[in-house]
């Protein structure tokens, strides 16, 4: 290192951990023992510091006989696991960190239930009050404060194929809650977990904040696979949804999403349990685009009757997912 900065470091887990930042500089999942290829010293220190965070969920703050100093802030989710920690190593005579470490926050999205939930320090990035925040989220809310990178339909093909060991990074723009604009680069990686609910598939990841979106060249300024998939702008009254086919649940909004219907309750299908067949129909995208009514939760009443439009997406060579089109022009019909 060419002086003590701040190491991000990912602990998500089936590998060691990695680099994933150096001060507001992203790396690409550098292994440790590379990165301090030059100081064995160095690495012993990082794994005892990783060790601790990950198994307490604590600070670590321990100065050695020969005066080196070595820090570690763990970073977790709301479901408890450490994702990664924020560590430096100073030398000898190094008191401390000569600047903060920047905002990096974990989270993870459950790809069996389609829930989501941060942490802290991610609601802290994003701006978001403190009266409105909340321990989960229904997937599709997550991605209403991102503007994806070219990189988009890679990452929506990732969650919906689940595969454990699966691993993404990127740099995004995240629109703050009070406007603000700023460059974020995530990093992640899908696990296998065995749950009281049964077998799920976990996908962890950091966030973290490298700076005003504007002063970030990676930083997209527009939704690249709205803009590159959806060439038409929504017709009054209908709203577009990009939903997993296998369980008809919405993994991100294209358009704002309706305000009558109740979409963002986690774990929970926004359909009528007696239209989970219609839906399994709606999805099969095998003649092309298809049109069905169908009964959504609704906000000011239980039940909404609309009719969605369900046509097929290609996320990658392999991939589809089903581009919905609800049309609150037929609610209640």
């Not at 970030?216 to 017709?235: F, K, S």
């Not at 099969?284 to 369900?310: F, H, K, P, Q, Y």
């Amino acid at each position: 290192m060419s002086g003590p900065e701040w190491c991000l470091v990912e602990t998500f887990g089936l590998k060691p951990p990695t680099l994933v930042g150096l001060g507001s500089r992203p790396r690409s999942m550098v292994p440790l023992d590379k990165f301090f290829a030059r100081s064995r010293t160095s690495l012993a220190m990082a794994h005892r510091a990783l060790e601790h965070v990950t198994a307490a969920a604590q600070p670590y703050d321990v100065t050695t006989s020969a005066g080196r100093r070595c820090l570690a802030h763990p970073l977790s989710a709301y479901d408890g696991q450490v994702n990664g920690a924020w560590l430096w190593l100073g030398g000898p005579g190094d008191a401390g960190p000569a600047v903060p470490h920047d905002i990096a926050g974990a989270w993870y999205f459950n790809l069996s239930s389609f829930e989501v939930a941060g942490s802290d320090e991610l609601l802290d990035l994003y701006r978001q009050p403190m009266e409105q925040r909340r321990t989960k989220r229904a997937m599709g809310e997550a991605f209403t404060r991102l503007t994806a990178g070219p990189d988009a339909s890679e990452a929506l093909a990732k969650i919906v194929q689940s595969v454990p060991g699966t691993e993404h990074q990127a740099i995004w723009t995240v629109v703050c809650d009070d406007g603000a604009r700023r460059a974020a680069h995530f990093s992640c990686r899908a696990l296998a977990h065995d749950t009281q609910d049964g077998p799920q598939i976990v996908l962890h990841g950091i966030t973290h904040d490298i700076g005003p979106a504007d002063d970030v060249p990676q930083a997209p300024h527009l939704a690249v696979l709205e803009r590159r998939v959806l060439d038409a702008a929504a017709e009054s009254g209908t709203h577009r949804a990009i939903v997993d086919v296998r369980t008809g649940r919405i993994i991100q909004w294209v358009d704002s999403p309706p305000s009558s219907i109740d979409w963002a309750v986690p774990g929970i299908d926004i359909f009528h349990p007696d239209d989970a067949e219609v839906v399994h129909n709606l999805n099969r995208l095998v003649d092309g685009a298809v049109t069905r009514s169908i009964r959504l939760r609704g906000t000011d009443t239980e039940w909404t009757a609309v009719n969605v439009t369900s046509q097929p997406m290609l996320l990658d060579n392999s991939t589809t997912a089903a581009l919905w089109t609800i049309d609150m022009n037929s609610s209640g019909s």
